[in-house]
């Protein structure tokens, strides 16, 4: 994997196209109302009865300031009581969903996303990581890998060292850029200091992960701008990296509208700064996982990815996709076994229905025959850049050629292309296709053609 990525400009014009970051296949767009509350139970008895071990992912909505770009769902609010009457609904849902698993399926993993997670008070995080311990077997060996969202602004010494005391091991930082004129420009004003502070306090405290995440393609953004933002981050040496393309949808994401799209920078420079982004991060150790992710050779993924058993869901790249995927919270997506199902993401509504002892769920989608297989063909292609026919063939009892005859003649033109290597036993992405690797899982998407494209950010 070393030569994770080769730079090919015409290639990336050609294949820059809007579509799915398949988080999942099929997609959160295929998720219907037809899915409800039954269909979870079903699948939580499944669960429960393989004794299958667990992914919990709990949504914090709240945020003290709005950053322009964010398409998260979140409350933006100064008024942090407003947390209290959500965490006493979120403790109800806990219990819900806890009484239908078996206290044996251990949570090997635990993510806190929002909005801001740090918006709760010490006092708050403590009691919902205490209910979440009465009600799911969480581990106390440290085994685990339970990860919390960080904003510095919202976060000190005093907060890491809660964090940790609290189990959590993996801290994932947004940066996004630290330039003062980008910074004012998407309403985020974050020092340097700021963040080397905490992560100090997370290398101190022993951490076992630090994450940074990053966008190129902000407002005020040039290529000379970015490269020192990536040059300072560099310095701190995270383990992990998350570069995102921003996607500027102000149609569907209204704190979008108040970028003035003028300030953009063009396709060209975008492209620019992402390839200045590979090299210099490429320069300083760091591998190219796919789909904006970036790690140290001696991390997790790196080494997943090296041994064939990196996989991806609806938190990114994981090694623990063998994991049923628990989501609780406002607009949370739980993934359990066939089944996908999200909350609902009113938050008024996610309240009342919770109050009123019944489970928030309001769509979803459970996947048949075609949908398992070519998910399984997505996963091999986006997490290895590699699909082997045969394994396939073997799991699915199909013929791949066969399957697949009406793709052939694209898999074709993108072996021309030399985005990928074709022939009878496997497909192979090149280093000059690894950047466009969605576009390659877009061809095994049966659902594309029926979508409108202009719900997706593009590849690059």
């Known amino acids: 994997m070393l030569d994770a990525i080769r730079w090919d400009t015409d290639l990336i014009r050609r294949y820059d196209l809007s579509g799915p970051r398949y988080t999942s296949y099929p997609t959160a767009v295929q998720f219907t109302s037809q899915v409800g509350t039954f269909d979870l139970f079903h699948a939580l ?118 964090l940790r005391e609290l189990g959590f091991n993996r801290v994932s930082i947004g940066l996004q850029d630290l330039d003062p004129a980008v910074q004012r420009a998407v309403n985020r004003l974050q020092s340097l200091e700021e963040t080397r502070a905490v992560i100090d306090a997370a290398r101190t405290l022993q951490f076992r992960s630090i994450n940074i995440d990053l966008i190129y393609g902000l407002p005020r953004q040039t290529p000379e701008n970015f490269a020192r933002t990536v040059e300072e981050v560099i310095n701190l040496q995270p383990d992990r990296l998350s570069v995102f393309n ?70 990114g790249y994981t090694t623990h996709g063998h994991c049923d995927l628990i989501g609780l919270g406002v607009s949370a997506i739980s993934q359990i076994g066939d089944l996908y199902c999200q909350n609902t993401s009113d938050l008024n509504l996610y309240k009342n229905t919770l109050a009123s002892a019944q489970l928030a769920t309001n769509r979803g989608l459970l996947c048949n025959a075609d949908d398992r297989l070519r998910r399984a063909v997505i996963q091999q292609l986006i997490c290895g850049f590699n699909l082997e026919f045969a394994s396939i063939e073997k799991d699915f009892n199909i013929d791949f050629r066969g399957y697949f005859s009406e793709l052939w003649p694209q898999l074709q033109e993108m072996a021309n292309d030399g985005l990928i290597e074709l022939d009878s036993e496997r497909i192979s992405v090149l280093p000059a296709g690894h950047l466009l690797v969605r576009s390659v899982c877009m061809v095994f998407d049966a659902y594309l053609e029926q979508q409108n494209r202009q719900r997706f950010s593009r590849v690059i």
């Open 45 to 162: 008895r499944d669960s429960r009865k393989a004794l299958r071990p667990l992914s919990l992912y709990v949504h914090v909505p709240f945020c003290a300031n709005i950053c322009y770009y964010c398409a998260c769902n979140k409350v933006i609010t100064k008024d942090r009581g407003r947390a209290l009457p959500y965490l006493q609904r979120l403790e109800q849902e806990i219990q819900l969903i806890a009484c239908h698993l078996d206290p044996a399926q251990k949570v090997e993993q635990l993510h806190f996303g929002g909005g801001t997670p740090t918006f709760l008070s010490h006092d708050e995080l403590r009691q919902l990581m205490a209910h979440l311990r009465k009600h799911f077997n969480l581990l106390d060996d440290d085994s685990g890998d339970y990860g919390i969202e960080i904003d510095p602004r919202e976060a000190d010494w005093s907060t890491m060292g809660l």
């Open 246 to 315: 921003y996607a500027h949808l102000p149609e569907r994401f209204m704190p979008q509208r108040r970028i003035n799209s003028a300030d953009l920078p063009s396709p060209a420079q975008k492209l620019e700064m992402l390839q200045t982004t590979i090299e210099q991060l490429t320069q300083a150790g760091y591998r190219y996982i796919g789909m904006d992710h970036f790690a140290l050779p001696d991390d997790e993924l790196a080494i997943a990815q090296e041994e064939s058993t990196l996989q991806r869901n609806f938190q």
